[in-house]
């Protein structure tokens, strides 16, 4: 596979793109733009923040995996103690400056979040939180929860199965259909009453174990080949699909749907990897939107706070502001935390780095 050694170019792009989504939904923008018709329902379903989110996580499966694989290639074996130190410096910093800001906002004026709901962000478990106790300031973080989940057991599987990766291949080609089936009898009992059932890691999971197939599929081969125009002419049936049944929503089990834009989603990733000098990817890394990538986990937590995971605020509520002052409060304060706040941790990274390369 291309780009063992060096940054994937247009990923950052992806990143650009998918965070975009999350903030045009949790400021009604995309809701704004149905209403006027401007924007057609099916369409603004399929890039809304679900979809972002989504993108996130198939991009996450497939790029660690991705990493895993080269630095098993070279050096015969995965390092787990460096895995998780980098893991760590990337991800816990920030996440928990915002959860305790959240809570010094809680302390100051209120009607923030409740004690149970904190509890649940600060043991990344929020994905499991009852709806009677979710947060809107702090509902961004259950998307962290699953990919910290993800990050405990995949590269352990990884480390123990690489030798003989078979095993790998297939455990995913069963998980993935199993899973979904599950999730589509789960989404039909009372557990959805009180929980954000889609959330749970298992079912989340699905899209991240989408993303580790393919990297998978993509770095051994396995007798099978990407060519540009296969991927190309898949990846855009699926766009149309979706776009199908998410027009008309009685076309599929609402949980299957999720997954076909999931497949979609993953597709277009393998096919970036493989056309590295199209016209496409130059256009994500235009400089502009390969700098939103770059900060684009800046923006995703940062966002939480400002702007909350809804765009509608009580009479009495102090926080978080206006949500014209919470995005110019996030133009801000994402691009300075990411210099002076990441920036300097991210160096820290090279110490365990296998091959030097930024992840």
Same mark, same amino acid.
């Given at each position: 596979? *291309?780009? +063992? ?6 990923? =950052? ?21 149905? =209403? ?30 991705? $990493?895993?694989?080269?630095?098993? =290639? @070279?050096?015969? /074996? ?52 009852? *709806? /009677? ?35 790998? $291949? ?11 089936? $599950? ?9 959805? =009453? ?20 393919? +990297?998978?599929?993509?770095?051994? /081969? ?24 998410? +027009? ?13 834009? +999931? ?26 939107? @390969? ?21 509608? @605020? ?8 206006? @949500? ?17 706040? /990441? ?17």
């Amino acid at each position: 596979m *291309k780009n +063992a050694n060096s940054t994937i170019r247009g990923f =950052d792009g992806i990143r650009a793109l998918a965070i975009m989504a999350v903030i045009l939904s949790h400021t009604n923008v995309l809701g704004a733009l149905v =209403d006027r018709g401007y924007l057609a329902e099916g369409i603004a379903r399929s890039i809304n923040g679900s979809a972002g989110v989504q993108a996130f996580f198939v991009l996450s499966g497939f790029l660690i995996t991705h $990493l895993l694989v080269h630095e098993q =290639d @070279r050096n015969g /074996e995965v390092s787990l103690r460096s895995f998780y130190i980098r893991r760590a410096l990337r991800i816990m910093p920030i996440y928990f400056l915002v959860v305790t800001a959240t809570l010094v906002m809680e302390v100051m004026f209120g009607q923030v979040a409740s004690p149970q709901s904190f509890a649940h962000a600060y043991t990344y478990t929020y994905n499991f939180v009852p *709806k /009677e106790e979710y947060s809107t300031n702090l509902g961004h973080t259950w998307s962290l929860a699953v990919e910290e989940h993800f990050y405990l057991v995949w590269p352990f599987i990884f480390a123990a199965a690489a030798a003989t990766w078979r095993p790998l $291949l297939l455990g995913l080609l069963v998980f993935v259909p199993v899973a979904a089936m $599950l999730h589509v009898f789960a989404s039909q009992t009372a557990a959805t =009453d009180q929980f954000f059932v889609y959330r749970w890691s298992f079912f989340a999971g699905i899209n991240i174990a989408l993303g580790c197939l393919g +990297a998978l599929l993509a770095n051994r /081969e396995v007798g099978l080949c990407w060519p540009s125009a296969l991927t190309g002419l898949g990846g855009f049936a699926l766009g149309v699909a979706f776009w199908f049944i998410e +027009a008309f929503p009685g076309a599929s089990q609402p949980p299957l749907t999720s997954y076909v834009r +999931a497949v979609g989603f993953l597709i277009l990733i393998v096919w970036i990897t493989r056309n590295q000098n199209s016209a496409f990817v130059r256009l994500l890394e235009l400089p502009p939107i @390969r700098y939103v990538g770059v900060i684009s986990y800046g923006l995703y937590m940062y966002q939480g706070f400002y702007l909350s995971t809804s765009p509608w @605020r009580g009479p009495d509520q102090v926080w978080p502001p206006d @949500r014209w002052l919470g995005l110019i409060l996030l133009a801000v304060t994402a691009p300075l935390s990411y210099h002076f706040i /990441e920036r300097p941790i991210l160096r820290l990274k090279r110490r365990w780095e296998w091959h030097g390369r930024r992840t």
